[in-house]
C-alpha cells in the first residue's frame, strides 16, 4: 500500500473515529438531559411554586435589559416583564446610544420623567447622559447612555441595580410569567448557587395575547423551523447534561439569573469579546476554581424565554459566524486552565470537550464531506468509510434530533396540533440536507476570521414582536 494511501486511510479513520466518540458523548447528554428535565417536571409543581410565594421566600430580582436599536419589539417584551409573576423586582434598561426610535417609544408608553438619582459606579461604562423612571411602573427605570455594546450596557444597568439577584435579558425576548419565580428558587434552595441559565425557545410562530405566548404553532418558513429543532436539542440534550456533571460553561445571555456580587466581583460582561455571555460564565468558574470556594452554575430546563430567531439564511449565516467566533475568543482566553486539574470537571472535561468538539467540529466534518469525494477520485475510497461516515455524521445525528423532539412535544407538550409536531419531527431529518452543511461550513469561515472580524457584531434584523417594523442590529 502505498504512503498516499495509508494517508487516506488513516484520516477517514480518524474522523470515523471522532464522530464515533462525539456521537457516544451526544447520547451521554441526552440522556441526562432526560433525566434532568423527567425530575424537573415531576418535582416542581405549580403548588410549590404557590408555596414559595406565600411563604414569602423570593430573593429581590434586578432585571437588565440592553437595548441598541430595538423600537420593533421593546414596548411588548417589557410589558412582559413587567407582568411577571414575582413579588419584588425592578427592570433596567439600558438604551446603548440608540438611534431609532427606541427612547421615544419609552418615554410615551410608559411616561418617563428624568430621574436625578445617585448610584455606585462599581463598573467602568460609557458615559451615562440620563436616567427615567416611569410614572406609570415605580419598579422601571431607563437609562440613556454613550454607545459601548450589550456587554458596556448590561454593566450599566447592573451598577443602577439594587436587588441581590440579576437577570440578563435581551430586548427583543418575551418572559413567561413564572420565569423568574421558577429560576430564583434555586438560590434559595441552595445558597452556593450563583448562577441559573433558563430555557431559551423561538418566539416565531407563536400565538400572543396581551403581550403574552398563550400558545404555539411551527412557524412558516423551514429556516425557523430547524432553529426551534435547534434550541430544543442544544438546551436539553447540551445544557442539561452540563449541568449534570458541573461542568456548565453557558449561560445564554438572551435569559440567565446570577448573585449580583459574585459577578461585580469578577469584573462584570467583558466588553472585548463579541460573545459576552460564556466569556463570563468561564471567568466565574476560574474565580471560584482558584479560590477554592464552593459554587454551582445550573441549567434549569423550564424557566423560558421567548425569543426572535433569524427568518433569512443571511442574517442566520452572520449570527452563527458570531457565535463560533466568540466561543473561540473565550477559549483561547483561557486556554491555562485546559487539562489543569485545580479547575476540576471545567478543566478536565468541559473545556476539552468545547475545544475538540464544539470548536473543532465544523472542521472535521467538512473535511470528512471534502474526502468522500477526493478519496472516491483517486481510488482511494473505502465503502466502509462512507456508509459510517454518513451514519455517524448523520444518522445518529437525526436520531438525537428526534429524542429532543420527544422531549420538546410529548414530554413537554409545547406544540399541541399533531401538523406541528409532525413537521418538528420531518425537520428533524431535513435540517441534514443542506441546511446543517451550510451552517458547518459557516462555522469554518468564523474560525478563520477570529483576528480580522474581531469585536463585530453583526447585522440582525428584526420583524418585532408585534409590528412587522424591522431593526437592524450591530456591534462595533
Given at each position: 500500500?502505498?504512503?498516499?494511501?495509508w494517508?487516506f486511510?488513516?484520516?477517514?479513520?480518524?474522523?470515523?473515529?471522532?464522530?464515533?466518540?462525539l456521537?457516544?458523548?451526544f447520547?451521554l447528554?441526552g440522556?441526562?438531559?432526560l433525566?434532568?428535565?423527567?425530575?424537573y417536571?415531576?418535582?416542581?409543581?405549580?403548588a410549590?411554586?404557590?408555596?414559595?410565594?406565600?411563604?414569602?421566600l423570593?430573593?429581590?430580582?434586578?432585571?437588565?435589559?440592553?437595548?441598541?436599536?430595538?423600537?420593533?419589539?421593546?414596548?411588548?417584551?417589557?410589558?412582559?416583564?413587567?407582568?411577571?409573576?414575582?413579588?419584588?423586582?425592578?427592570?433596567?434598561?439600558?438604551?446603548?446610544?440608540?438611534?431609532?426610535?427606541?427612547?421615544?417609544?419609552?418615554?410615551e408608553?410608559?411616561?418617563?420623567?428624568?430621574?436625578?438619582?445617585?448610584?455606585?459606579?462599581s463598573?467602568?461604562?460609557e458615559?451615562?447622559l440620563?436616567i427615567?423612571?416611569?410614572l406609570?411602573?415605580?419598579?422601571?427605570?431607563?437609562?440613556?447612555?454613550v454607545?459601548?455594546?450589550?456587554a458596556d450596557a448590561l454593566?450599566a444597568?447592573?451598577?443602577?441595580?439594587r436587588?441581590?439577584?440579576?437577570?440578563?435579558?435581551?430586548?427583543?425576548?418575551?418572559?413567561?410569567?413564572?420565569a423568574?419565580?421558577?429560576?430564583?428558587r434555586?438560590?434559595l434552595e441552595?445558597?452556593?448557587?450563583i448562577g441559573?441559565?433558563?430555557?431559551?425557545?423561538p418566539?416565531?410562530?407563536?400565538?400572543?395575547v396581551?403581550g403574552r405566548?398563550?400558545?404555539?404553532?411551527?412557524?412558516?418558513?423551514?429556516?425557523?423551523?430547524?432553529?426551534?429543532?435547534?434550541?430544543?436539542?442544544?438546551?436539553?440534550?447540551?445544557?442539561a447534561?452540563w449541568?449534570?456533571?458541573?461542568?456548565?460553561l453557558?449561560?445564554?445571555g438572551?435569559?440567565?439569573?446570577?448573585?449580583?456580587?459574585?459577578?461585580i466581583?469578577?469584573?462584570?460582561?467583558?466588553t472585548?469579546?463579541?460573545?459576552?455571555?460564556?466569556?463570563?460564565?468561564?471567568?466565574?468558574?476560574?474565580?471560584?476554581?482558584?479560590?477554592?470556594?464552593?459554587?454551582k452554575?445550573?441549567?434549569s430546563p423550564?424557566p423560558?424565554c421567548?425569543?426572535?430567531v433569524p427568518r433569512?439564511?443571511?442574517?442566520l449565516?452572520?449570527?452563527?459566524?458570531r457565535?463560533?467566533r466568540?466561543?473561540?475568543?473565550?477559549?483561547?482566553?483561557?486556554?491555562?486552565?485546559?487539562?489543569n486539574?485545580?479547575?476540576g470537571?471545567?478543566?478536565?472535561?468541559?473545556?476539552?470537550?468545547?475545544?475538540?468538539?464544539e470548536?473543532?467540529?465544523?472542521?472535521v466534518?467538512?473535511?470528512?464531506?471534502v474526502?468522500l469525494?477526493l478519496?472516491f477520485?483517486?481510488?482511494?475510497?473505502?465503502?466502509q468509510f462512507?456508509?459510517l461516515?454518513?451514519?455517524?455524521?448523520v444518522?445518529?445525528?437525526?436520531?438525537?434530533?428526534?429524542?429532543?423532539?420527544?422531549?420538546?412535544?410529548l414530554?413537554?407538550?409545547?406544540?399541541?396540533?399533531?401538523?406541528?409536531r409532525?413537521i418538528?419531527?420531518?425537520?428533524?431529518?431535513?435540517?441534514?440536507?443542506?441546511?446543517?452543511?451550510?451552517?458547518?461550513?459557516?462555522?469554518v469561515?468564523a474560525?478563520?476570521?477570529i483576528r480580522?472580524k474581531?469585536?463585530?457584531?453583526?447585522?440582525?434584523t428584526?420583524?418585532?414582536?408585534?409590528?412587522?417594523?424591522?431593526?437592524?442590529r450591530s456591534?462595533?
Amino acid at each position: 500500500m502505498s504512503p498516499w494511501t495509508w494517508a487516506f486511510v488513516v484520516v477517514q479513520f480518524s474522523i470515523l473515529a471522532y464522530f464515533a466518540i462525539l456521537n457516544f458523548l451526544f447520547a451521554l447528554f441526552g440522556y441526562l438531559g432526560l433525566r434532568a428535565v423527567t425530575v424537573y417536571a415531576r418535582d416542581l409543581s405549580t403548588a410549590a411554586l404557590k408555596n414559595i410565594l406565600e411563604r414569602e421566600l423570593e430573593m429581590p430580582v434586578s432585571i437588565l435589559v440592553a437595548a441598541y436599536n430595538e423600537e420593533a419589539g421593546i414596548v411588548a417584551s417589557l410589558h412582559s416583564m413587567l407582568s411577571l409573576h414575582y413579588p419584588e423586582f425592578e427592570v433596567i434598561v439600558a438604551s446603548d446610544g440608540s438611534t431609532d426610535r427606541t427612547m421615544e417609544l419609552l418615554t410615551e408608553h410608559f411616561a418617563l420623567v428624568v430621574d436625578p438619582r445617585i448610584y455606585r459606579r462599581s463598573l467602568p461604562t460609557e458615559p451615562v447622559l440620563r436616567i427615567f423612571r416611569s410614572l406609570r411602573h415605580p419598579n422601571l427605570v431607563v437609562v440613556e447612555k454613550v454607545r459601548g455594546g450589550r456587554a458596556d450596557a448590561l454593566n450599566a444597568a447592573m451598577n443602577m441595580a439594587r436587588y441581590p439577584l440579576i437577570a440578563a435579558v435581551d430586548a427583543d425576548s418575551l418572559l413567561d410569567a413564572e420565569a423568574i419565580l421558577r429560576a430564583s428558587r434555586l438560590f434559595l434552595e441552595d445558597e452556593t448557587v450563583i448562577g441559573v441559565g433558563g430555557t431559551i425557545r423561538p418566539l416565531n410562530g407563536a400565538v400572543l395575547v396581551d403581550g403574552r405566548v398563550a400558545g404555539l404553532q411551527m412557524p412558516s418558513g423551514w429556516i425557523e423551523r430547524y432553529q426551534v429543532l435547534e434550541y430544543a436539542r442544544a438546551f436539553f440534550t447540551g445544557r442539561a447534561g452540563w449541568s449534570s456533571l458541573g461542568g456548565l460553561l453557558v449561560i445564554s445571555g438572551a435569559f440567565g439569573l446570577f448573585r449580583r456580587d459574585p459577578v461585580i466581583e469578577a469584573g462584570g460582561y467583558s466588553t472585548d469579546t463579541v460573545c459576552e455571555d460564556i466569556e463570563l460564565t468561564v471567568r466565574i468558574h476560574r474565580k471560584y476554581k482558584r479560590a477554592g470556594t464552593p459554587y454551582k452554575i445550573l441549567f434549569s430546563p423550564d424557566p423560558i424565554c421567548w425569543t426572535e430567531v433569524p427568518r433569512s439564511m443571511k442574517v442566520l449565516r452572520s449570527q452563527r459566524n458570531r457565535w463560533h467566533r466568540g466561543l473561540w475568543e473565550t477559549l483561547w482566553r483561557y486556554r491555562r486552565m485546559l487539562f489543569n486539574p485545580r479547575y476540576g470537571t471545567v478543566g478536565m472535561v468541559a473545556l476539552p470537550y468545547f475545544w475538540v468538539f464544539e470548536g473543532l467540529a465544523p472542521l472535521v466534518e467538512v473535511l470528512g464531506y471534502v474526502m468522500l469525494p477526493l478519496s472516491f477520485f483517486f481510488g482511494f475510497l473505502f465503502w466502509q468509510f462512507a456508509v459510517l461516515f454518513l451514519f455517524l455524521a448523520v444518522m445518529l445525528g437525526m436520531l438525537m434530533s428526534q429524542v429532543s423532539v420527544g422531549i420538546e412535544t410529548l414530554l413537554l407538550a409545547r406544540y399541541p396540533r399533531t401538523r406541528d409536531r409532525l413537521i418538528l419531527f420531518l425537520a428533524g431529518f431535513l435540517e441534514f440536507f443542506g441546511y446543517r452543511q451550510v451552517l458547518t461550513v459557516e462555522r469554518v469561515i468564523a474560525m478563520f476570521q477570529i483576528r480580522t472580524k474581531r469585536r463585530t457584531w453583526g447585522i440582525m434584523t428584526r420583524h418585532g414582536i408585534s409590528s412587522p417594523v424591522m431593526a437592524g442590529r450591530s456591534r462595533p
